[in-house]
């Protein structure tokens, strides 16, 4: 149990157009769920927090209207890069955790296998 | 603020060999603990976790134990294989908030046949 997908595992796209990355908790509900973006051999940034049926917090130095993030349901948030440049070629990942905020104990983050995007 | 600093890589080893990497913590109270393993093109797997002071967390053979007199949760394996090869982060649980995780930098780990 507890499996997250995202879709696309890749995608290529031109500058100045908009991407979607779908993340998906497929056996439970995720209640929050958190967008990283990892660049090549270095470790996983923090873009923002996610809840379900709230606006997402964003990390500091994120743009917000760059990277919009929805959370529409209890299974599924979305990142959308809008007009895409080259410097935003990265791997991004979601996270899933299914317990409830404020509840110590199920605090597990469970990962997508990432989506690879490049910009040309 | 917190933060997670680990043994810097790449680090090479042959099959078989012992392996340990170091992970130190900087924590406002008593975060969870966490190694997560990477493979390549892939996104990252919880390999093992420990939520309290001298909890072991174990699996496939890793172990780490969670230190707080020395706030370290090294990670070891007595025996690595070819398909150990990744990358590993050790992380923390901030317990404030929306309780976010906190990446170490992450360790390169090849092992050679």
């Known amino acids: 149990g507890a499996v997250v997908s995202q879709h696309p595992s890749w995608v290529i796209c031109k500058s100045g157009t908009s991407v979607k990355i779908e993340c998906r908790s497929l056996d439970f509900q995720a209640t929050t769920m958190f967008w990283y973006r990892q660049f090549p051999k270095q470790s996983l940034m923090l873009m923002a927090t996610?809840?379900?049926?709230?606006?997402?917090?964003?990390e500091q130095g994120v743009e917000k209207d760059k990277f919009l993030i929805n959370h529409a349901s209890l299974t599924l948030s979305t990142l959308t890069v809008t007009s895409a440049h080259p410097e935003d070629s990265s791997f991004y990942i979601c996270?899933?955790?299914?317990?409830?905020?404020?509840?110590?104990?199920?605090?597990?983050?469970?990962f997508g296998p990432g989506t690879r995007l490049t910009v040309l | 603020g917190d933060s997670v600093t680990q043994m810097e890589g790449p680090v090479t080893l042959s099959e078989e060999a012992f392996l340990t990497i170091n992970c130190t913590y900087t924590?406002?109270?008593?975060?969870?603990l966490f190694w997560y393993v990477q493979y390549p093109g892939e996104g990252l797997q919880l390999l093992l976790k420990a939520t309290k002071a001298d909890d072991k967390g174990s699996n496939k053979g890793f172990e780490a134990t969670y230190r707080k007199e020395t706030t370290s949760f090294h990670l070891e394996k007595g025996s690595v294989q070819v398909s150990d090869s990744a990358v590993y982060f050790c992380?923390?649980?901030?317990?404030?908030?929306?309780?976010?995780?906190?990446f170490g930098q992450g360790t390169r780990l090849t092992i050679n046949p």
């Open positions: 992380a923390l649980n901030i317990i404030q908030g929306a309780q976010k995780l906190v």
């Open positions: 924590a406002t109270g008593y975060p969870s």
């Open positions: 996270s899933a955790r299914r317990g409830q905020m404020g509840l110590v104990g199920d605090n597990e983050q469970f």
């Open positions: 996610s809840n379900e049926g709230s606006k997402a917090t964003y």
